[in-house]
């Protein structure tokens, strides 16, 4: 009996730890308003975006890779739609977590963003196309020269990007939120760099994971036949 009764609180301590821990993780997707621009910054699996747009105009994207050193945050700039002079610099940035609140401190002053998601679903991650049906078979995609494309989804939103970080180019971007149940990928677009009439737009496909890939199949926005298979970036 006074076994049990010693276990039962340390059971009851390592699950208000694990809960505790989760709800302070910087992962997922985070909102912040400022007016009537929204903002939209995410983080998944070491990469991070920050999105802004006003209705919907797009108005500067910008991300890169990231780590956490005692509540701080380290970032290294990969893109940015407006700048292209910081791509590759480093920012520090203070942050802490309150319940559903992520609050940084950056050049001007204190921003605090309300949590979206916590950054925990089957497709959460950070995604690169790896292969493409074509004639009837799978052609890998081998990745050649310096241009990158990357996909990133937290829980419940999503955005993808083009860029040449080498070249300090910015090619274009879009996202907004996302659904996968039952087989079936469906994704909102709340913002995009290349073609504003897009906004609003749901696009569904099949998807599922097979072997840790997700394969996408269904037919693209300009009405062709696609299916693809994305990798995980490591």
């Known amino acids: 009996m006074k076994v049990i009764k010693l276990i039962i609180p340390t059971v009851v301590i390592v699950i208000a730890t694990i809960f505790s821990l989760h709800a302070q993780s910087i992962s997922g997707a985070w909102h912040l308003s400022e007016g009537n621009k929204s903002h939209h910054l995410f983080f998944q699996d070491g990469f991070y975006f920050h999105t802004v747009h006003e209705g919907n105009k797009f108005l500067t994207s910008e991300g890169g890779k990231y780590t956490i050193n005692d509540k701080t945050l380290k970032a290294e700039s990969l893109f940015n739609s407006n700048d292209s002079t910081k791509i590759g610099t480093m920012l520090s940035i203070p942050f802490s977590i309150s319940a559903d609140q992520l609050s940084l401190q950056v050049e001007e002053g204190n921003v605090e963003f309300d949590r979206v998601d916590n950054g925990t679903a089957p497709l959460a991650g950070v ?23 990357y996909k990133l989804l937290t829980g419940t939103k ?31 677009i709340e913002f995009f760099s290349r073609d504003n009439t897009r906004v609003g737009a749901s696009l569904s496909f099949d998807g599922k994971l097979e072997n840790g890939d997700w394969h996408h199949s269904g037919l693209s926005s300009k009405g062709d036949k696609i299916y693809e298979i994305w990798s995980r970036v490591k």
């Open 158 to 188: 999503f955005q993808w990007v083009a860029i040449d970080p080498a070249k300090k180019q910015f090619s274009g971007t879009g996202g907004g939120s996302y659904t996968f149940k039952d087989g079936k990928y469906t994704e909102n």
């Open 127 to 149: 995604w690169r196309i790896t292969g493409r049906m074509q004639d009837g078979k799978i052609s890998p995609i081998h990745q050649t020269g310096t241009r990158q494309t």
